[in-house]
Nanobody, 121 residues
Framework: QVHLVESGGGLVQPGGSLTLSCEAS????????MSWYRQPPGKQRDLVAS???????TYADSVKGRFTISRDDANNTVYLAMNNLEPEDTAIYFC???????????????WGQGTQVIVAP
């Protein structure tokens, strides 16, 4: 069984910064693509950023230049550094991972429980 646990959310003023962390635990052989999604109140869950095993990154247009995704495979952790936060960034942020567990050839998708980010004066 694999678990993804997010941390680092909270309340921040516009223009401020936060860094989210997502730690994967369990019988993990390999983290493949790791991503952050977010779901604002009353809206759908959308992709924010992704990073492949080879460190190729993609970002939603709304966060380019402000957010940075990174990963530490030695500690099975992915990060999302968020700068110059705006009220529109308020959402629950979810970690998503495509992970090989139990056996190298067995790959499944996993979600974390989410962490709340509120950007307000």
């Amino acid at each position: 069984q694999v678990h993804l646990v997010e941390s680092g959310g909270g309340l921040v003023q516009p223009g401020g910064s936060l860094t989210l962390s997502c730690e994967a635990s369990g019988d993990i052989f390999q983290l493949w693509s790791m991503s952050w999604y977010r779901q604002p109140p009353g809206k759908q869950r959308d992709l924010v950023a992704s990073i492949t095993r080879f460190r190729t990154t993609t970002y939603a247009d709304s966060v380019k230049g402000r957010f940075t995704i990174s990963r530490d495979d030695a500690n099975n952790t992915v990060y999302l550094a968020m700068n110059n936060l705006e009220p529109e960034d308020t959402a629950i942020y979810f970690c998503f991972g495509r992970i090989s567990a139990l056996a190298p050839e067995v790959t499944s998708d996993y979600w974390g429980q989410g962490t709340q980010v509120i950007v307000a004066p």
